[in-house]
């Protein structure tokens, strides 16, 4: 990282009792990144989020922010949440319903002893942000959820944090405002251009939105990558699994195929070609394909082409995923609505070398 991060966390571990929540977890966040937390419930996502906010202490490690120490266990140091220059945005959004929404905004500001004129002024300021200033004299408990949640990001950026931290901020929202927030959130992010960690177990938001992922599992991290990174070439069977949708092909690697492949063997016998980066780990003995990088009926690639049925067809609107019977067992594949091919039908299915990931 050529500029010093805004975030450092080395050696994170934190216990609860004989349970390790979060078990020796490091990475570091640049000025202005939005960087992700994804992963199953359980993994420590929201546990390493509520460090670095200090609504929870540690047992190990170090957390800087801004180059500062906010917690180090060496150093028996430990800064108080309320002065580690953070804001959080809640899953619950954390709205009281018995403010109006200028003063829900306002409070960070009153608790902070900002004057009456500069915190109308801030107020309205981030109102406009997040397109709620006609809301201002609204009580909070006539809002909808994604206006709560729109005034619950406003409370949070009042004040200029250096670190603006979402803990699943918007998986209380129904799919369509979901997939809006989104949007609104990530164009305010890069507008002020604030460093912000946002923990999600959503991969769709996660790959949507992030500068960078970091995929933890069981308390550690996995991966760490930008979105495409982590979908194209994830380096295990967890997060080729978990993030997006994927075919595990179990065998082994043969030898050298035509073109610079690899030959890798299906346990039914299938041979199939695979690239591996260079200086890539060749002893994988599964190979992770994408459901949508498998082409059906029209043979584009020369490579990896294999005849099998069409055994079930499922309509999602966006696509369709088919369950294609092949020599190896089963492929979900999905393609566009407009390829339409009948359950039982004969096919071919194809795809590239470069999109066959050996793990």
């Known amino acids: 990282m050529s500029t010093p991060p805004r975030i450092d966390v080395r ?95 306002a409070y960070g500001l009153r608790v902070r002893k900002v004057p009456a004129a500069e915190i109308a002024n801030n107020v309205a300021r981030v109102l406009d942000m997040v397109q709620m200033r006609g809301f201002a004299d609204r009580p909070s408990s006539k809002l909808s959820g994604g206006q709560q949640q729109r005034v619950a990001v406003a409370r949070a950026i009042a004040f200029s944090p250096n670190v603006l931290l979402f803990d699943e901020p918007l998986s209380n929202l129904d799919a369509k405002l979901r997939a809006e927030m989104r949007v609104e959130l990530r164009e305010l992010q890069r507008r002020l251009d604030i460093t912000s960690l946002y923990v999600t177990h959503d991969q769709e938001e996660a790959l949507a939105i992030s500068d960078r992922v970091i995929v933890m599992n069981g308390g550690k991290i996995e991966q760490i990558g930008s979105p495409e990174a982590i ?20 065998g082994q690697v043969r ?93 071919t299915v194809s795809f590239a070398p470069l999109h066959c990931v050996l793990l």
């Open 11 to 105: 050696d994170l571990v934190v216990r609860y009792g004989e349970t390790t929540a979060v078990d020796g977890v490091s990475f570091a966040i640049a000025p202005g990144e939005l960087v992700t937390l994804l992963g199953p419930s359980g993994c420590g996502k929201t546990t390493t989020l509520r460090s670095i906010a200090g609504l929870e202490t540690p047992s190990d490690g170090s957390i800087k922010i801004s180059g500062r120490t906010v917690y180090s266990r060496h150093e028996r140091w430990n800064v108080p949440s309320e002065k580690r220059g953070v804001s959080m945005v809640f899953q619950s959004y954390a709205i009281w319903p018995h403010m109006t929404v200028f003063e829900n905004v």
């Open 231 to 250: 979908y194209n070439r994830p380096v295990s069977r967890f997060v080729a699994d978990f993030v997006g949708s994927a075919n595990m092909i179990a």
């Open 255 to 347: 030898g050298p195929g035509p073109d610079g492949t690899l030959l890798f063997e299906t346990n039914s016998g299938i041979s199939i070609e695979v690239i591996v980066p260079a200086n890539g780990d060749t002893s994988g003995t599964v190979v992770a394909l994408r459901s949508s990088y498998i082409q059906i009926g029209r043979v584009s690639e020369s490579h990896n082409a294999v005849s099998g049925t069409i055994h079930r067809r499922m309509f999602h609107g966006d696509f369709i995923q088919y369950v294609v019977d092949w020599p190896a067992g089963q492929l979900i594949v999905r393609r566009p609505p407009t390829e339409l091919f009948e359950e039982g039908s004969s096919v």
